[in-house]
């Protein structure tokens, strides 16, 4: 574990002012997580929701359950769609502003290992 350590590089001079192997676990470890996986847990769940539903014939009940299964998958939906919505607005925001700053987070998100791109 500490040799993956030892192998990260610091680099002040990229787009990520030295955060490039933290945006790089974010965007390539932390987000397909949160993309893949608790999206299925919510359908997991979903289904076990569904199935006492079924075996419950209580009408009070079963419109709590489906409203519980409903705001479960918006949930999901919105989860997995999470990281197209972040690539978006960074592009977004790379191509209306003339910020700096934001330009430079921009593509440190796009690009988090590339050297700082500068206007000739």
């Known amino acids: 574990m500490f040799q993956i350590l030892d192998e990260i590089v610091v680099n002040i001079d990229s787009n990520c002012y030295g955060f490039d192997a933290i945006v790089r676990v974010i965007k390539d470890g932390v987000f397909p997580i949160i993309q893949i996986a608790i999206p299925i847990i919510l359908l997991v769940l979903c289904t076990f929701d569904l199935g006492k539903s079924v075996i419950s014939s209580d009408d009070k009940e079963n419109k709590k ?6 705001r479960r998958l918006i949930y999901a939906l919105l989860l997995f769609f999470l ?6 607005v960074f592009t977004i925001i790379d191509s209306i502003t003339d910020n700096e700053t934001l ?3 921009s593509e440190c998100w796009n690009n988090p290992a590339g050297e700082v791109l500068e206007d000739e």
Do not use: A, F, M, Q
């Not at 359950?65 to 409903?70: D, P, Q």
């Not at 990281?83 to 978006?88: K, Y």
């Open 103 to 105: 330009i430079r987070w």
């Open 65 to 70: 359950l489906l409203k519980r299964i409903v």
């Open 83 to 88: 990281i197209t919505i972040i690539n978006l």
